[in-house]
């Protein structure tokens, strides 16, 4: 056989060969570009403190060093609920309160049953971002009552891999016990049992334990009364004093609502009691400033810091008498609905601020974003990933929702004597509608303290536009929460 028949028997095959080859060379950078995004994937890790108030994170030097100056801190960031376990659903979820319907603390409208028995647990943060291939941590506190009374002490929501979560005496910090992935340890009252201390160990342990990328969701419960400190902040800010606002003990209050209107000025007595009560929460939060700490330095000594997300906020606010109010939150002042939110990471601006409305429902759609997903549809918060990035949103959020709900059981409310109520906070004002039919309006731009109640004095039209974005905002679902908060 000659050489030219041998040629063009072999042709086809060679043809084939070559048509095989170079489909796999087209592959070969594709499956190499997925692989890079796979592995480009951040950590992510969400601290949140229970009940803290804004302005308080440079007293913390952990906090202040490793955070504030190496990330993004954001000026105006709210709740939808300045109330725990309706504010934690809403983070969970991504949902504002009428949506998920966790309407209080406790059960029958809230609390852990509420969430539990309502079979919302099946789609939060935690499934999402599992279903991403995160490895995903849940420590500390989950939602009040938990495991409450539909569930054992060794369960386990779905989305977390990794679970170490107080059962009994969670404020306390010590004479608790702990689910360790449905198994219950019980810790007493020596130094080493100090509950944000044995946070710090677990989350050391999950950081350098496992493959990236991973999802860490770290709740301490601090500075949440009775703010227990560790015992080696007991002596800690001997002189502080709660902030001394404008808004502090609050002087003329002739055009507030009823429930404010009655409340007497604070004794000299009641003062005291509330610059201990400071005290004992900044010793308290020295704790959650070791916690934070201890991530960061765990991050840095693995390698993963440069690659990890760092974020840091709070459940709600708390009053240490402004407005009159010796303590607490519920209300829809700034002091209750204003909360810390600071967030390190690679391509974030150290050091760096924006003024650009967030709030809790936020979160969720962020950590999806920068894991490569999406949050299911019913979600109704924006990513915040534009804002990480420096960028200016051409179409950003306007309005904020805050609604207030109280239990059936009215002995068992908040600290704060206040009725229900739906509130809007935009750029300039905060705007709030009672079940009594009281309303209250304030311009923030002018009275940042919130002073001077204008409900009765501003234009009709600023009242009607106002009373028009709320009413989009309170009966908005899903997808249309994102059109009614950019509504001006």
């Avoid at 490895?135 to 054992?152: D, F, Q, R, S, V």
Wanted: hydrophobic letters at 35%; charged letters at 20%; a neutral charge.
């Amino acid at each position: 056989m000659s050489m030219r028949e041998l040629s063009g028997k072999w042709n086809p095959v060679l043809k084939g060969l070559c048509r095989v080859t170079c489909l796999l060379l087209l592959l070969a950078p594709a499956a190499a570009s997925s692989m890079a995004v796979g592995e480009s994937r951040p950590n992510i890790v969400f601290v949140v403190a229970d009940d803290l108030e804004s302005g308080t994170l440079p007293h913390f030097p952990n906090i202040s060093r490793e955070l504030v100056r190496q990330g993004l801190s954001f000026d105006r960031f709210f709740v939808t609920n300045s109330w725990c376990c309706p504010s934690r659903a809403s983070i969970l979820r991504s949902q504002y309160v009428h949506s998920h319907g966790v309407l209080t603390n406790t059960a029958p409208e809230g609390g852990f049953d509420r969430f539990h028995s309502q079979m919302l647990e099946r789609s939060t943060i935690g499934t999402w971002m599992q279903q991403a291939g995160y490895k995903t941590a849940l420590m500390g506190k989950y939602l009040n009552h938990y495991p409450g009374k539909l569930a054992e002490e060794t369960y386990v929501p779905p989305g977390w891999n990794s679970w170490h979560v107080p059962v009994r005496k969670l404020y306390e910090e010590y004479g608790y016990r702990l689910n360790e992935n449905g198994r219950l340890v019980d810790h007493g009252w020596s130094e080493q049992d100090y509950l944000s201390d044995v946070l710090a160990g677990r989350a050391k342990e999950f950081i350098t334990g496992t493959r990236e990328p991973f999802f860490l969701y770290l709740a301490p419960v601090g500075p949440h009364n009775p703010s227990n400190p560790a015992v080696r902040h007991a002596n800690a800010f001997p002189d502080a004093q709660a902030p001394r606002t404008p808004s502090f003990n609050q002087e003329n209050v002739h055009d507030e609502p009823l429930w404010l209107r009655t409340r007497p000025k604070l004794l000299p007595s009641e003062i005291e009691r509330i610059d201990e009560r400071y005290r004992a929460r900044m010793r308290s939060m020295l704790g959650v400033d070791d916690l934070v700490g201890t991530v960061i330095e765990t991050l840095r000594s693995t390698g993963k810091l440069d690659h990890t997300y760092v974020f840091f906020s709070s459940d709600n606010g708390f009053h240490l008498g402004t407005h009159r109010l010796k303590q607490g939150k519920t209300t829809p002042f700034e002091e209750a609905i204003r909360i810390p939110m600071v967030v390190r990471g690679p391509g974030i601006k150290a050091g760096s601020t924006t003024s650009h409305l967030g709030a809790t429902v936020d979160l969720g759609p962020t950590f999806t974003e920068l894991g490569g997903t999406k949050p299911p549809d019913f979600a109704e918060g924006r990513s915040l990933v534009p804002l990480l990035r420096g960028q200016s949103p051409g179409e950003w959020r306007k309005n904020v929702l805050v609604e207030f709900h109280r239990p059936l059981n009215r002995s068992s409310a908040a600290q704060t004597p206040v009725p229900e109520y739906q509130a809007l906070r935009t750029d300039r004002y905060t705007y709030v509608r009672y079940e009594t039919g009281e309303t209250q309006l304030y311009d923030l731009t002018t009275d940042p303290y919130q002073l001077s109640n204008l409900a009765k004095l501003a234009s009709p039209g600023v009242l009607l536009g106002l009373q028009e974005r709320l009413e989009r905002m309170r009966t908005c679902s899903g997808p249309s929460c994102r059109e009614a908060d950019k509504q001006e």
